[in-house]
């Protein structure tokens, strides 16, 4: 009776995954508490540079230029960073981690009060953004080794896609009243800060982090995830999606002050954050029957539509409307992307291939920073906005010409050996 009982249950489970069920896994609220409060400072970090920045010197180009340079660095460590982790332990990366970072992120802001020259911002901002510790795929990494061959994965993966954009809901509110109440260096400082300590306490749970190669008879496979064709592909579409994170930074910050009304910075881009949060809940109870290779062509064909609208709003409420849209639409993407990554990479390179996303991701946003910085300074008000346009149309192209190769293993595939990967592995 309790084999069938036990039976039943599963075969419930498995047609109905949902936020409940995923968060009764067990040693779940182990990483995600410390997890959440550590990628708290990632979405106050490029926006409290901008400020800053463009508060000393008066230029948003100096300002997207500095924060780009930051995301550049990140973009190019991150996935160095994963694969350490992968090979040595998250602790061991994350804890000199987070300790440089602060360190770097109070040198970059002394510089920038002092008046320092902008060759001196830009060497300050390079381990600034080397050091950003990669909590979110570190996070998905640990899921996937809780939930390896479950129905979650996909529920996962929208609640940690859903998780980075409340986030994003928060932190640019949270950078902007810091820089604008109470200090120009208030937001930089408090990112510092809450990135120490956040990440000391994801680093101290040790029990959750996935296997090593180091760790007694584990034998896991670590070829490098850009190996994998489909990795290549994904980079570039979420180099698409950084696009418009980046532009619409900058682009936003310009409006409301040309309004006169820099504090509604943060809630139009908190507007845009939530749209990409409810969209994000909504997938992840969904059970898709869609292949995620075609949701994943669908969403992009979406998002690069809606962002190609935005240079069109000359209102606040247009803005707002047009980046609720805009947000909606970027979830679907995000959240198809990190599950194809579940099926294409193998266990031991996963935490490298969410880097590599994650930093293509930073990489978009710091190159669009920079673009929409200047397209603010030279031309007309909004028209960084054709950033995320430009962006993403040209990522839409790339994955419609390359679709093919998102082609996933077959799930019954043996990709990685060793503890926390047997056959008989359960999944409460």
């Known amino acids: 009776m309790a084999s069938t009982v036990t039976t039943s249950k599963d075969s419930a489970a498995t047609s109905r995954p949902g936020y409940g069920r995923l968060l009764r896994t067990r040693g779940a609220w182990t990483f995600l508490l410390p997890g959440f409060a550590a990628r708290q400072p990632f979405a106050m970090l490029t926006l409290s540079i901008v400020l800053l920045v463009r508060h000393t010197t008066g230029s948003y180009g100096a300002a997207g230029a500095v924060a780009a340079v930051t995301g ?26 987070v300790l440089v970072h602060a360190a770097a992120g109070l040198a970059l802001t002394a510089l920038a009060l002092t008046g320092a020259p902008l060759w001196a911002l830009f060497a300050a901002a390079v381990p600034t953004g080397a050091s950003v510790p990669q909590i979110g795929p570190m996070v998905r990494a640990r899921w996937g080794v809780r939930l390896k061959g479950s129905p979650l994965l996909t529920t996962a993966a929208a609640f940690e896609s859903v998780t980075d954009e409340f986030t994003f809901v928060v932190g640019p509110l949270l950078a902007t009243a810091l820089c604008t109440a109470v200090d120009p ?3 930089l400082l408090t990112e510092a800060a809450l990135t120490l300590v956040g990440g000391l306490l994801f680093a101290a749970q040790k029990g959750t982090q996935p296997e090593t190669g180091r760790d007694g008879h584990a034998r896991v496979e670590h070829a490098s995830a850009l190996r994998v064709p489909g990795v290549r592909v ?7 999606i950084g696009s418009v994170f980046g532009g619409m ?4 910050a310009a409006f409301t002050e040309s309004i006169g009304e820099p504090g509604l910075n943060g809630v139009l881009y908190g507007v845009f954050a939530a749209g990409n949060m409810l969209s994000g809940i909504a997938c992840g109870a969904i059970v898709w029957k869609a292949a995620p290779q075609r949701r994943l062509v669908i969403g992009y064909t979406a998002l690069a539509l809606t962002a190609s609208a ?4 000359h209102s606040a409420l247009l803005l707002a409307g047009l980046g609720l849209l805009v947000g909606m639409c970027i979830a679907p993407a995000l959240i198809t992307g990190y599950t194809l990554v579940e099926n294409l990479v193998p266990a031991g390179a996963r935490t490298e291939a969410f880097t590599w996303l994650t930093g293509a991701v930073a990489l978009g946003q710091a190159a669009a920073v920079t673009v929409a910085g200047q397209l603010e300074d030279r031309l007309w008000g909004g028209a960084g906005f054709l950033v995320p346009m430009a962006g993403t149309v040209l990522a839409l192209a790339t994955l419609l010409a390359l679709r093919s190769r ?5 799930r019954g595939r043996t990709v990685a050996r060793g503890v926390g990967h047997r056959e ?3 999944v409460d």
């Open 72 to 97: 550049v660095s990140m973009a190019l460590f991150a996935p160095y960073s994963g694969r350490l982790a992968d090979r040595h332990g998250q602790r061991a990366v994350l804890v000199p981690g």
């Open 185 to 187: 260096a208030a937001g």
């Open 234 to 240: 994904l980079i570039v579409t979420f180099l698409g």
């Open 249 to 252: 930074q900058v682009s936003l």
């Open 310 to 313: 935005l240079w069109t709003a």
């Open 406 to 410: 998102l082609a996933t293993a077959p």
């Open 424 to 426: 008989s592995a359960a």
